[in-house]
């Protein structure tokens, strides 16, 4: 995901600020890679170099990709907040964990490689919010779903409406431009499709009933004849 502006969380300036505390490789005019600090446009950083690395600091673990993460798992939102906050002791008649693993009734198989996260007073808030585990549990849960589904609801997104608006307005300006290539095709081509065409055999190219049918060749001559019509 990009660096992302939420209107009621963070300023654009603030967002900047976070953004340029991080460094990434881009390459200069003599093609080397050279460090530059962030943007808004920038990718979010990956917090490990590589797929070893991530294992070798998780147990062998690999870390799931987070930005998918709610909607990928049964139980939505309700399953990560449930999982944040599950960590407890081994109860008694459970295998004790191996080496590097937590117990986690939430977790599918009770034993996960990551370790409890989220302690009460763990971070700080700056409006004065309690940190309590449940608060920051809930607030991580709230950002992984709209990670996950930017557009899920207008409750928790507010480009919600705005993206209806320009759905609306795509599809009235194709409704529009659809009647208007079909006026234009009707009057470009409709002479073509109307015209017909008279076959004669030669010296009788004048000879044309009123039926609009060559006479010296037309199936129609006893229904001309029947009817009157003028040679």
Known sequence: KQWYQRR??????????????????????????????????????????????ARLANNGALPPDMTQIVLAR?????????????????PAGQKDAEEGQAYNP??????????QQIYDE??????????YKS????????????ASDPYKDGASDPYKDESKLYGMKTLATTGVLIILAYLYKRMRINHLRTRLLHFAKPGYEQ?????????????????????KLPK
């Open 122 to 131: 763990s971070v700080d808030y700056e409006d004065g919010t309690v940190p």
């Open 8 to 53: 009621v969380a963070i300023t654009a300036g603030e967002l900047k600020a976070i953004a340029a505390e991080y460094m990434y490789k881009e390459l200069n005019d003599d093609g080397e890679a050279v460090d530059r600090p962030g943007n808004v446009q920038d990718y979010l950083p990956e917090p490990y170099e590589n797929e070893i690395k």
């Open 106 to 115: 939430y977790f599918h198989g009770y034993y996960l490689g990551m370790a």
């Open 207 to 227: 000879s044309i009933s009123a039926n609009a049918v060559v006479n010296n060749t037309s199936k129609y001559d006893a229904l001309d004849r029947a009817l």
């Open 74 to 90: 049964e139980g939505n939102e309700d399953y990560i907040y449930a999982l944040l906050t599950g960590y407890e002791d081994i």
């Open 135 to 146: 608060q920051i549990a809930k607030d991580i849960t709230q950002y992984l779903a709209w």
